[in-house]
């Protein structure tokens, strides 16, 4: 079984993840992680801290000679601006000098998280709630990345709307849509005057000291059918994929092919019709996502999902302090204006470790040899 599990604070000197059941006999470099993370850094309306950092993932465990040998892998990737944070982010008693944060932050996790563990100062919510944190996931589906490409799976993400400009569900062809028309853009959005449409609601909205929202898609093209199952809720592989999506910082909706649209259509304007052609089975549509009874049906797996507007603005929200409880305007903390083309790219991640666990999981074997003689069998055994 593929596990993960992350480690680390904003402003703390690293942060770490390790993976667990990846098989041995993959090779993986810190080459192959870099392009992801750079991604996440990108991306019209992105703020001062990712002109600090320069993430790069360092493989500490797991790996020798270029090839995982089955142990489990670690990756640690370094904070930069720790070293500007050590006094008020360090470990030991000695030296501590910490500036407490109390004037709550509306939309973060600052209020239930003080709430809840009983914190007075709410550093200790944000420094592990702020979506730092996620570069440790691009870094970790990066892995995942690299070994499904060995079976022909692609994943990849667009902006499909920021704020009141939306290219809507059928204004990209996700079928031919490529990695290169999507990175031309500085939005990641594949449309071109669409994206300069949203360069400059985001240029606008800036202006303003606010923040905005959207929409992107992700695409997993390739995926064998047959991945999840339908017998158990918690083995529906939708469910688990909306999961792992819901989980990253902001996130408020997802759907899965038609979806929400499909609400108001009927049951004849909606359901993908089958066919056999080619000694294979096909849908003519694919307005379930590419899943059906929580199983992959062989069609490619396409999810919308909505993301909020970053909720810390320069021009702040009025709060209350958490410990005198008085009317005050909310804690700055630097922050972006649009985090939607980068957020693309962490569900790409996320999509890729939830579908590196499925695949081995349906597949098995502990080498690549065998999870590749596995996997040849069984496309074998269904006529592909």
């Known amino acids: 079984m593929l596990r993960w599990l992350t480690a680390g604070e904003s402003h703390g000197p690293q942060l770490t993840v390790i993976v667990e059941g990846l098989p041995a006999g993959l090779e993986i470099s810190e080459e192959d992680l870099r392009r992801d993370l750079a991604r996440r850094q990108g991306g019209h309306g992105r703020g001062g801290r990712q002109q600090i950092e320069t993430d790069r993932a360092r493989i500490v465990s797991g790996v020798r000679g270029g090839v995982t040998i089955g142990s489990p892998l670690t990756l640690v990737l370094e904070n930069k601006d720790h070293a500007n944070w050590t006094a008020q982010m360090g470990a030991s008693k000695e030296g501590f000098a910490p500036k407490p944060v109390t004037r709550l ?6 209020l239930a998280g003080a709430l809840k563990y009983g914190h007075t ?18 870094a970790a589906g990066g892995v995942a990345r690299k070994l499904l ?45 669409a994206s300069a449409q949203m360069v400059a609601e985001i240029d606008n909205v800036a202006a303003q000291g606010d923040t ?7 695409i997993a ?7 999840g199952s339908y017998v158990h809720w918690d083995r529906k592989l939708d469910g688990r994929l909306a999961q792992a999506v819901l989980s990253i910082n902001a996130i408020k909706g997802v759907e899965f092919g038609a979806g929400f649209q499909g609400a108001s259509r009927h049951g004849s304007d909606f359901h993908d019709q089958i066919e056999y052609e080619g000694g294979r089975f096909r849908h003519l549509t694919n307005r379930a996502g590419g899943l059906t009874g929580g199983m992959t049906n062989g069609e490619p797996i396409d999810m919308r999902v909505a993301i909020k507007p970053i909720s810390t603005m320069k021009k702040p929200m009025w709060s209350v ?12 903390e630097r922050s972006d204006v649009c985090v ?7 569900g790409e991640a996320v999509v890729a470790l939830t579908l590196a666990e499925s695949f081995l999981e349906k597949f098995g074997g502990d080498s690549m040899g065998e999870l590749k003689r596995n ?4 496309l074998e055994s269904i006529g592909q």
């Open 375 to 378: 996997h040849r069998s069984f």
């Open 212 to 218: 905005i929202g959207g929409t992107f898609r992700i």
């Open 321 to 332: 302090d958490l410990i005198t409880k008085e009317p005050v305007e909310a804690h700055y």
């Open 221 to 227: 093209r390739g995926v064998p059918p047959g991945l």
């Open 149 to 193: 490409s060995h079976f022909g799976v692609e994943i990849l993400s667009f902006t499909q709307s920021i704020g009141t400009v939306d290219i809507g569900y059928e204004g990209c062809d996700i079928d031919s849509v490529t990695t290169e028309m999507i990175e031309a853009s500085s939005v990641r959005c594949p449309d071109p005057d």
């Open 121 to 138: 100062d709410i550093r200790n919510v944000l420094e592990r709630s702020s979506a730092r944190e996620t570069a440790t996931r691009v």
């Open 105 to 110: 932050r509306p939309g973060h996790a600052d």
């Open 340 to 346: 939607v083309p980068a957020a693309g790219v962490i």
